[in-house]
Structures are given as structure tokens and as C-alpha cells.
């Protein structure tokens, strides 16, 4: 999922915004686009993503708060 929101300038609205689940068309698109400038995204390190991995904790998923 992405973490923020990915905007290509121009046309300059977002492509991926928080929470929104990253697809092949969606990178296919972005690849494809002849823009230099897209805020949200670092030509070395990529695209900023949040993974369910994250929330393990010593090997087991967190407990909802109840």
C-alpha cells in the first residue's frame, strides 16, 4: 500500500494516494509517463509502501485493542 500521495507533475493529480493498494497497471502507467518530476517517489530508493509485515511482532500479528 502506499504511504503517501504519488503525484506526477504535469498533469499534476495523484496517482496513488495512502492506503491505496499499488497494482502492475498502476506501476505500468507511472513507467510510462514522460515526466520528470513526481513528487512522492525517489529515483533510488522508490516508492514509499506500507506491508502487513510491519505489524508482526515477534512472529505473530498485534492484538486488536477491544
Excluded: C
Aim: overall charge negative.
Amino acid at each position: 500500500m502506499s504511504t503517501i500521495f504519488v503525484t506526477p507533475y504535469p498533469p499534476g493529480f495523484p496517482i496513488l494516494v495512502p492506503g491505496q493498494e499499488f497494482s502492475k497497471d498502476i506501476l505500468d502507467f507511472m513507467d510510462a509517463l514522460d515526466t520528470k518530476e513526481i513528487h512522492g517517489f525517489d529515483p533510488v530508493r522508490g516508492y514509499r509502501v506500507f506491508v502487513e509485515s510491519a505489524l508482526v511482532v515477534d512472529g505473530a500479528a498485534p492484538q486488536e485493542a477491544g
